[in-house]
């Protein structure tokens, strides 16, 4: 007897819980385990409930007067070539082309196709899947570089060339720093004063 | 003493008194220019302070020293007097966690500048400074000279006039040749100043430099874009110093000043610090900013900061 009661108990809470807990309509619905293995439902990711900024209408994302990227000779439009290449996104060592940009910037968590879009390498990818054009390449090293990219928004990063109070030239990220190697190199510096004693009057 | 009687034969009788009187004139004589002289010399002579010139002359002033200058350098030299823009007062933010000392911004002032290159001037010293001690001038080098830069465990600042609020240079200028203007430049009339030097003892950050000799500057190299209180050649025995490129700066549209534009780190910033959208002001309300001789109350309009 107090078997059939323990094994339709049993029943009963999974039916419960195949009901509530994995339906379609639970696609907004949020589930925990709190310390003591109770199972939480919430309504809201929690992301939703703390975040403090407007994400829907979001302004798009100004865009900044710049050159054009500072590609080498001839390697751009990458369609050129890659037009009719099948793609490969399996992660390797480039070994026929391109074996000369040695990746110095996080290699160890990334590789090409994590920044060039696989589909169309005219473009740049972000984390998103946002496909961007080169002349907006800023907005992917802004994804890491989140404060170097709000002081070059404002003009206290980088260098700028123009008129203080007109027309300015923002230079793209890539105009300073090589994106496969970005640390600078040091320069040798130019003659330092002369000395006053060497002065000959 | 023999007593020299024989002066009254020949010559004209003149008491003492009367003789030193002449000798004094003839030497006073002296210092005004020959009357064969050109007549630029003579209005260069009696020319008054840059303030107190009326328009007409002002314009004269200029297209004579124009004819000056182009004669000397055998090319068309301009000299303006932009005034300054209202509304604006400029102020300079410098990156101390960018400036890797390469002293491109030394140079670039220099050829904009038409400072002397023999004997050298350079209105911008960059001083090579410990890490682990900071602001230490006691033990900064400004005569570094390594292979590459920025070498390990040194930070580099640049000074250069620091265009304060409350000028030492100002107060202590007996002729009133220098003054801050109401951009917040200081600015030195070149054709004013007398050379005493008392500006260069007062200013904290040796940011004044003078012209003990003709300046060597060949024409080739000339910068023929000059602004009369500026960058226009100067004289020997005048004194000089940054003035934000106010040849550049106060056109409209103002132009960046030439030690910012050769920096290949971005560490210069320049701006309106009237303007709450400028870089200026987003810098100094927002980054870590440091004064240099902050204790001296100078006031400077020269901000270092740290960017990161």
Not at chain 1, 30 to 38: A, I, L, N, Q, V
Not at chain 2, 25 to 45: Q, R, Y
Not at chain 2, 171 to 187: F, L, M, N, S, Y
Not at chain 2, 222 to 249: A, M, S
Request: hydrophobic share 30%.
């Amino acid at each position: 007897m107090k078997r059939r009661h323990v094994k339709l108990s049993l029943l009963f809470l999974g039916l419960a819980f195949a009901v509530f807990l994995f339906p379609g309509s639970a696609a907004a619905k949020e589930k925990y385990f709190d310390r003591s293995g109770r199972l939480i439902v919430v309504d809201e990711p929690a992301a939703n409930l703390l975040r403090t900024y407007d994400i829907k209408d979001r302004p798009p994302e100004k865009q900044f007067p710049v050159p054009p990227a500072p590609f080498s000779e001839g390697i751009f439009p990458c369609s050129d070539c890659h037009a009719d290449m099948a793609p490969n996104p399996k992660r390797r060592k480039l070994t026929e082309y391109h074996e000369n940009i040695v990746l110095n910037h996080a290699e160890g968590q990334r590789w090409c196709l994590d920044c060039h879009n696989l589909n169309d390498r005219d473009k740049l990818r972000l984390v998103s899947g946002e496909v961007i054009s080169f002349d907006e390449s800023y907005r992917l090293c802004g994804q890491c570089h989140g404060d170097k990219y709000r002081d070059w928004k404002v003009g206290v990063h980088g260098k700028r060339i123009g008129n203080w109070n007109g027309d300015k030239e923002y230079l793209l990220c890539a105009h300073c720093h090589n994106p496969h190697d970005p640390k600078f190199k040091p320069l040798k510096p130019l003659p330092p004063p002369v000395r006053p004693d060497e002065i000959r009057p | 003493m023999s007593e020299k009687t024989s002066c009254c034969k020949k010559g004209f009788r003149a008491s003492r008194r009367t003789a030193l009187k002449g000798i004094a004139a003839g030497v006073g004589m002296l210092a005004l220019p020959p009357s064969n002289a050109s007549a630029s010399i003579w209005e260069t002579f009696f020319q008054k302070n840059f303030r107190e010139l009326s328009k007409e002359e002002l314009l004269a002033t200029l297209k004579r020293l124009e004819k000056e200058y182009s004669k000397e350098f055998g090319k068309e030299v301009k000299v303006k007097a932009t005034p300054h823009i209202e509304g604006v007062t400029f102020g300079y933010g410098l990156d101390l966690s960018r400036c890797i000392g390469c002293r491109r911004c030394v140079y670039g002032c220099v050829a904009e500048n038409n400072q002397s290159r023999d004997p050298q001037i350079h209105w911008i010293r960059v001083q090579q400074l410990d890490k682990e001690k900071g602001v230490d001038l006691a033990h900064a080098e400004q005569y570094y000279n390594p292979d590459l830069v920025p070498e390990e465990g040194h930070f580099y600042m640049p000074v250069q006039c620091q265009q304060c609020r409350q000028p030492p240079c100002v107060k202590v200028c007996p002729v009133q040749a220098t003054w801050p203007e109401r951009d917040g430049i200081v600015v030195v009339d070149y054709n004013w100043c007398i050379g005493c030097r008392y500006c260069m003892a007062a200013c904290p950050y040796g940011a004044r430099h003078f012209n003990w000799k003709k300046p060597g500057l060949p024409a080739e190299e000339l910068n023929p874009d000059t602004h009369y209180l500026g960058n226009r050649p100067r004289y020997v025995g005048v004194v000089e110093k940054c003035t934000f490129c106010i040849q550049r700066t106060r056109e409209v549209p103002g132009r960046y000043p030439a030690c910012e534009e050769a920096c290949p780190v971005g560490a210069r910033k320049f701006g309106n610090l009237l303007d709450p959208d400028s870089e200026m002001r987003y810098l100094i309300e927002n980054k870590r900013v440091f004064i240099f001789k902050e204790d001296l109350n100078t006031q400077p309009k020269f901000f270092y900061f740290y960017a990161t």
